[in-house]
Nanobody
Framework: QVQLVESGGGLVQPGGSLRLSCVAS????????MGWYRQAPGKQRELVAR???????NYEDSVKGRFTISRDNVKKTVYLQMNSLKPEDTAVYYC???????????????WGQGTQVTVSS
């Protein structure tokens, strides 16, 4: 069974930083692309960043240059370093497997509990 455990969220002032972690189990981690997603109240979940098994990264435009996704295949952990945080970044952040179907990526069916990020003065 896939297990995804997010951590590292919290309260931070605008301009501050947080580092999120997601520990995955039940998958061959090194062979999977991983994504960070977020969902704000009343809004749909959106992809924030993705890192492929080969280390290629993609970012949502609003976080580009501020967030960095990385992975540690030994620890089976994917990270999201978030700098220069803005109030608009406030959301519950989730990680998930991004499954390549030959044409594009699809999120895995299992979602963890997420971790709350709140950016406020």
């Amino acid at each position: 069974q896939v297990q995804l455990v997010e951590s590292g969220g919290g309260l931070v002032q605008p301009g501050g930083s947080l580092r999120l972690s997601c520990v995955a189990s039940g998958i061959i981690f090194r062979l999977n692309a991983m994504g960070w997603y977020r969902q704000a109240p009343g809004k749909q979940r959106e992809l924030v960043a993705r890192i492929t098994s080969g280390g290629i990264t993609n970012y949502e435009d609003s976080v580009k240059g501020r967030f960095t996704i990385s992975r540690d295949n030994v620890k089976k952990t994917v990270y999201l370093q978030m700098n220069s945080l803005k109030p608009e970044d406030t959301a519950v952040y989730y990680c998930n497997i991004d499954r390549w179907d030959g044409l594009g990526y699809r999120s895995g069916d299992y979602w963890g509990q997420g971790t709350q990020v709140t950016v406020s003065s």
